[in-house]
């Protein structure tokens, strides 16, 4: 699904040139569910960037399933993001004067599908994620939990092979944010990619696979096997 | 274009900031409306003046004569002189580019008390001799009877032409004019017809409350011999009145053995360069409107751009996030723009319908004030449906002119920086 090698990035402001991935190589395949860690600096939210089509890489190859990203213009690289990846952030990122169901359906809006379409389809997926009471409420009229399965709906609505989340729970506490977790493994139950992007060891602790970045670098890859031991050893620390 | 979206994002983004949006809005309407009006009233302006001169015959020419301001041939300056009968013949004969030549004489004044008889009733009015030439160069419409004829010249015949304001005064509204007698200083004359001016220009006094004799009837009748007061002069078509104006100055004064370089003893006014002047005073007019109407447009559209940048900057994030969800760079232009267009045109649109509508405002209540003697120089303001169609045309480039700036801005932004919070 993603295949990724040698990967260098820089940022170049005036004179002054910071180089955050040094070669960085790695390999996720579909119906993963990763966890990307790493110290602030480390080159996470590049990398996630990148991942997402976001931004673009100095050197190195990025195959996206199959395809390599490399020079997209920005209308190439909103088709890519719209019909491959779907996105989840932080700050939940909904549109404030759009209701839950209007915001799900944005992406099929840029789709060009019709209004009662998209529509239709949004109302699906709200009730899927247990939100159909709220689809006509406006986001500042709902629960943080509430915004992000909005946002969760909003990033599977258009079928996306991969759904990138950054920080899906940093401003959740921490009931909700299991709750949001238990979406997304289901999300991933039905075999689409999931790759989240935390600082919190045991939201990392609940996916399949974790990623440590360190320097620009993979530190340290530990597999489903391995979590038991990464958990305790995180007990430790 | 006309996705409901679409245009709901645009309500939002404009209706999140109103004051700011009105303001600006406010800017692009005044514009418009200035333009407008000041359009409209140059024309109003235009039109009054336009109405009171259109008909009067602007390839013409009117000399007198004054002391002279030069010696010449044994003469002193200052000399006392008059054009003659003969000298209408001798232009008519030897100045080909001469199409009328009609002579005007002068008698009593209506400031000078009472000079009109009529039964009991009794009036002050300007009392003219006329050729038949003269309403062929200020044309009056007939009302009843008819103009002085050439036989009235030949014969000298006691008749008269009276003005509309003449017969008003002079006769109650029902008589019949026509075959009455009427006293003028002291001599009885029979009315034989009428009028009343097509134009606003007078020539002493105004033609309404004017009494015309034949020409050679006033010379005969008040004792002024073959003198000649007052010339009016027209151009065959294609001749400049100019050179018209020239070649009979120097004749009379020849004639009248007047230095060639005397430009005292033989004034003339010569209408088709009033009229130019005139029609370069509206032209320079129309222009100031033009320029200081899309200037204050200008200045309204900026506003605009200011805004929709401000907007685009408040909005970096929401824009991020739509593009990280698959908008492609054009639907955020068109956004943008439509957002601009939007603003400027219904902005524009009410300064339009504001400014066209204080117009007719304006014209109705010039239009419901009884005609009266005084005509005003202002006379129907408009606005030509070019004007207005050019405006709207301008107001929609305008838009996207100010919109295009912010939505370069817009194409800017990477998404990426919707992201991260920081």
């Not at chain 1, 110290?39 to 590049?46: A, F, I, P, V």
């Amino acid at each position: 699904m993603i295949s990724i090698q040698d990967l260098h990035k820089s940022y170049v402001t005036g004179n002054n040139s910071l180089h955050v991935l040094k070669g960085l190589n790695l390999e996720i395949k579909e119906g993963e569910f990763v966890s990307i860690m790493g110290s602030s600096g480390s080159g996470k939210s590049t990398l996630l960037n990148i991942l997402g089509v976001l931004d673009d890489y100095d050197k190195g190859n990025y195959y996206l399933s199959g395809k390599r990203i490399w020079g997209l213009n920005e209308t190439q690289a909103a088709i890519t993001r719209n019909a491959m990846i779907g996105f989840i952030f932080q700050s939940f990122n909904l549109i404030s004067f759009k209701n839950a169901m209007e915001n799900v359906a944005l992406p099929l809006y840029y789709q060009k599908v019709s209004r009662k379409k998209r529509n239709l389809i949004a109302m699906e997926y709200l009730d899927r994620l247990g939100l159909k009471d709220w689809a006509h409420h406006l986001p500042s009229e709902l629960s943080g939990g509430q915004k992000q399965r909005v946002a969760i709906a909003r990033a599977l609505i258009s079928n996306p092979k991969i759904i990138l989340a950054d920080e899906p729970t940093g401003a959740l506490d921490s009931q909700t944010s299991l709750e949001v977790m238990d979406i997304l493994k289901e999300v991933n139950d039905q075999g689409i990619t999931v790759i989240i992007v935390t600082h919190e060891h045991d939201i990392a602790a609940l996916t399949k696979k974790i990623i440590r970045l360190k320097d620009g670098v993979i530190g340290e890859i530990i597999t489903n096997g391995d979590l038991q031991n990464y958990r305790n050893r995180l007990t430790q620390e | 274009m006309f996705d409901l979206d679409r245009w709901n994002e645009i309500w939002h983004a404009l209706a999140k900031n109103k004051v700011r949006s009105l303001l600006t809005a406010f800017g692009v309407f005044w514009g418009i409306f200035m333009l407008i009006v000041m359009a409209g009233a140059s024309n109003g302006l235009k039109n009054g003046i336009v109405e009171g001169v259109a008909k009067f015959a602007t390839n013409s020419c009117f000399m007198w004569s004054q002391q002279t301001g030069e010696p010449y041939k044994g003469f002193k300056r200052g000399r006392q002189w008059n054009m003659e009968s003969d000298d209408i013949t001798y232009i008519l004969n030897n100045v080909p580019e001469v199409e009328y030549i009609s002579p005007k004489n002068f008698g009593s004044r209506m400031n000078g008390g009472p000079n009109t008889i009529h039964g009991l009733k009794s009036g002050a009015y300007n009392v003219k001799g006329d050729y038949p030439e003269y309403i062929k160069i200020d044309p009056y419409t007939i009302l009843q009877g008819r103009w002085i004829n050439d036989m009235d010249i030949r014969d000298k015949r006691k008749v008269c032409v009276i003005g509309e304001k003449v017969f008003e005064q002079m006769f109650d509204a029902k008589e019949n004019p026509l075959g009455d007698y009427l006293k003028i200083s002291g001599v009885y004359y029979q009315v034989i017809g009428v009028i009343r001016p097509e134009t606003n220009i007078n020539i002493n006094g105004r033609a309404e409350e004017s009494i015309f004799l034949p020409f050679t009837t006033m010379q005969q009748t008040y004792n002024m011999g073959n003198m000649v007061h007052f010339l009016a002069v027209t151009a065959k078509k294609g001749t400049p009145v100019s050179v018209v104006e020239e070649k009979v100055k120097s004749i009379i004064k020849l004639r009248h053995s007047i230095a060639p370089t005397d430009v005292q003893a033989l004034m003339s006014i010569n209408i088709e360069e009033q009229f130019k002047q005139i029609s370069g005073l509206f032209i320079a007019i129309g222009l100031l409107t033009w320029i200081v109407g899309i200037g204050t447009l200008m200045a309204g559209v900026i506003g605009v751009s200011n805004i929709m940048l401000v907007i685009v900057k408040e909005r970096t994030k929401e824009i991020g996030v739509q593009r990280a969800l698959g908008a492609s760079p054009r639907t955020i232009i068109t956004q943008i723009m439509l957002e601009s267009v939007a603003l400027t045109t219904i902005a524009g649109y009410t300064g339009l319908s504001m400014g066209v509508g204080l117009l007719e405002l304006v014209s109705k209540i010039i239009d419901s004030q009884p005609k009266t003697g005084n005509e005003v120089f202002f006379r129907n303001p408009e606005v030509s449906i070019t004007v207005a169609v050019a405006a709207l045309i301008i107001l929609v480039l305008a838009g996207l002119f100010a919109g295009s700036i912010p939505a370069k801005r817009a194409l800017m932004i990477k998404p990426i920086e919707a992201l991260r919070e920081e």
